[in-house]
């Protein structure tokens, strides 16, 4: 048994085609269940998706011209519960310019635009994993049943739209790098996932990727301006102490979190010693990354990818368990290198094991038991060693075939 694990021989092609089967027909069934139980809602008594009520709600507000009403907590709230009326209020953390990316779902009833969202977000996530990984009916699928799709489903999370654009710019960056730019530009809608990229960028001195990102950050934030008013940045800017104070006293849940600082505070650690302990955690990271992603890298372009992703939800301390989803890219991308030249020992076994961990993070969510840290840091661990085996000699892109 040690063998086959060993070796990932236990992973065949018609095991990858079933067990996302299986994986699916579960959660479908599980969710169908949860609703029924709780007549169409989920057990807070908030519809399902229940994330996506401040990115509809806000969207809304912006169109009816009040785009300064989510950056307002009290006026944000008695607007979501005069339409749902639960008592529930979900928070909107984001720049003017996801407002402009949200308002064409602000012009839909909920369940359809909550629908359209997922759907087409979902859509831009699965074409960037087919073209890493090739398109096949089995790496659909897998990207379908992930684990971590389906939180991003139950909440109507963004986290598909991350995986998109982050993803997508790093299929793109080594021919098109003014595209890959655009792409992490206005992937600013969600800073804490790209505190790398500028480093990892710089690195390997990506200079026109960096500019264009730059020209799209400024061309994104100047539309939503023309189109909200200046007014809603200062807003934005000014509400930034909240999303501070949120994390640190824990007002979304630590036990929702995936980051070192979250698993620190669980454990008893004050604010200051976790931000410390995070901050060192990060710059560690950091350092890997900018080391694999130096100009005259050696280093395989599918394991600095598969890097720079999985560092990403390490070296954030605000990250929640549907940004896991970010990790499908780099299973893409790690499974590419392997098929293209070879799995090393265990990583089968490994990736596997990182596919089904968002269950693990989910089940153990309620008993404050917080294991997503380490499933991020064994992975990068384990891409951070293959970078620096001297069998990787090659700095060329490697992307599986159609």
């Known amino acids: 048994m040690i063998e086959t694990l060993r070796s990932g021989s236990w992973l065949q092609r018609d095991r990858l085609l079933v067990y996302p089967l299986v994986i699916l027909a579960i959660t479908v069934a599980a969710t169908v269940y949860v609703l029924v139980s709780n007549n169409g809602t989920l057990p807070n008594g908030s519809p399902f998706g229940s994330d996506f009520i401040s990115f509809w709600v806000a969207a809304r507000e912006a169109l009816a011209g009040r785009p300064e009403i989510p950056y307002f907590a009290d006026r944000f709230a008695a607007a979501q519960n005069a339409i749902f009326g639960d008592g529930n209020f979900y928070a909107f953390f984001y720049p003017p310019h996801y407002l402009a990316y949200m308002a064409p779902f602000g012009a839909l009833p909920y369940y359809g635009a909550l629908a359209a969202w997922t759907g087409v977000s979902f859509l ?11 398109r096949r009916i089995e790496v659909a699928l897998l990207t379908l049943a992930f684990p971590a799709a389906f939180l991003t489903f139950a909440h109507g ?14 299929v793109l960056l080594p021919k098109r790098p003014v595209l890959a730019g655009v792409l992490f530009g206005l ?23 960096i500019l264009a990102a730059g020209a799209a950050t400024i061309a994104a934030a100047a539309l939503s301006a023309l189109l909200f008013g200046t007014e809603s940045w200062r807003l934005f800017l000014e509400q930034s102490a909240l999303a501070g104070e949120t994390l640190r006293d824990g007002h979304v849940g630590w036990n929702k979190m995936i980051s070192a600082y979250a698993a620190l505070r669980l454990a008893g650690a004050t604010h200051i010693v976790a931000m410390v302990l995070q901050a060192a955690i990060s710059l560690a990271v950091a350092v890997a990354v900018m080391w694999a992603w130096r100009r005259n890298s050696t280093v395989a372009y599918d394991l600095r990818a598969a890097l720079l992703l999985t560092g990403a939800l390490i070296a954030t301390p605000f990250g929640l368990n549907y940004d896991l989803f970010l990790l499908a890219p780099a299973i893409a991308f790690a499974s590419a290198h392997g098929m293209a030249r070879g799995f090393a020992p265990w990583m ?25 840290q ?3 840091a064994g992975f990068f661990a384990c891409l951070a060693a293959m970078a620096a085996d ?4 090659t700095a060329a892109p490697v992307l599986a075939a159609e």
């Open 187 to 209: 992937l600013t809608y969600k800073p804490q996932l790209g505190l790398l990229i500028p480093l990892a960028l710089l690195a390997g001195g990506h200079w026109r990727t």
């Open 374 to 376: 380490f499933v991020l």
């Open 157 to 170: 999370q963004n986290a598909f739209l991350s995986a998109a654009l982050f993803g997508g710019a790093l």
């Open 124 to 134: 831009g996530a699965l074409a960037v994993t087919t073209a890493i990984a090739g």
């Open 348 to 372: 089968k076994s490994v990736l596997a094991v990182v596919y089904m961990s968002p269950l693990a993070v989910l089940w153990l969510m309620a008993s404050m038991v917080p294991v997503a």
């Open 390 to 393: 001297g069998r990787e000699t």
